[in-house]
């Protein structure tokens, strides 16, 4: 382009007589036609609303592979057919008998058809060994709204879960406590591999229900 390119290594593209113009200039131009007939002028189909209409067109381009990414990662993990995946949460012998709850992240490595996800977060649950082969494992998603359930051990009430997000409350079986405000049914269980237990691990079943019903349904 004349003036700008020192080197000459750019094509000389011809440019219209309005992006020739300052845009100091197109300012001017459109005051004076506001000026003569007392209205803005129309609205052309000229550079600017071009560019506006790629940049748009561009992040929507842009924006569609990332959500088709997310829905190929995570489907096979919550489907409600998928029966949940394996994880391991630790080993029996680091639950004491009747100690309090202990609470997990479960992590977990995932393989779909192109890719392997390792160390995927997928949700936090509450381990407790209630008897020497006996451990059950409550998910920390409270099933009012989803919020993360807390283990507390406080003065009248004891030991219990509470959601601080809308005072549900529960008791250290899963159960509805009696003061539970809000949630239509109690913590969701979740399956502990029997086989693994034998050997000493505390594997789980993972998986995510719907909220808000007081029905237990897998998601």
Request: glycine content about 10%; charged content about 25%.
């Amino acid at each position: 382009m004349a003036g700008t390119d020192t080197d000459d290594d750019l094509p000389d593209v011809p440019m219209s007589d309005t992006l020739k113009q300052s845009s100091a200039d197109r300012l001017k131009d459109a005051d004076a036609e506001v000026d003569k007939g007392g209205h803005p002028p129309a609205k052309s189909d000229g550079f600017p609303r071009r560019e506006f209409c790629s940049i748009a067109l561009g992040g929507a381009i842009v924006a569609v592979p990332t959500v088709v990414g997310l829905r190929v990662a995570l489907s096979p993990l919550f489907s409600g057919d998928s029966g949940g995946i394996l994880a391991r949460l630790t080993t029996l012998d680091s639950l004491a008998v009747g100690g309090p709850p202990q609470a997990f992240k479960v992590i977990a490595d995932k393989s779909d058809a192109w890719t392997t996800y390792k160390d995927l977060p997928l949700g936090l649950v509450y381990a407790q060994r209630v008897a020497e082969r006996d451990v059950i494992v409550f998910s920390a998603s409270c099933p009012h709204a989803g919020c993360a359930v807390e283990y507390r051990n406080e003065g009248d009430r004891g030991e219990h879960y509470y959601c601080p997000c809308h005072e549900s409350s529960f008791k250290t079986d899963g159960s509805l406590a009696p003061d539970n405000t809000q949630a239509k049914r109690g913590l969701d269980t979740l399956e502990v591999i029997e086989e693994k237990l034998e050997q000493g691990e505390v594997w789980i079943r993972f998986q995510k229900f719907k909220a808000g019903i007081s029905e237990k349904k897998a998601v």
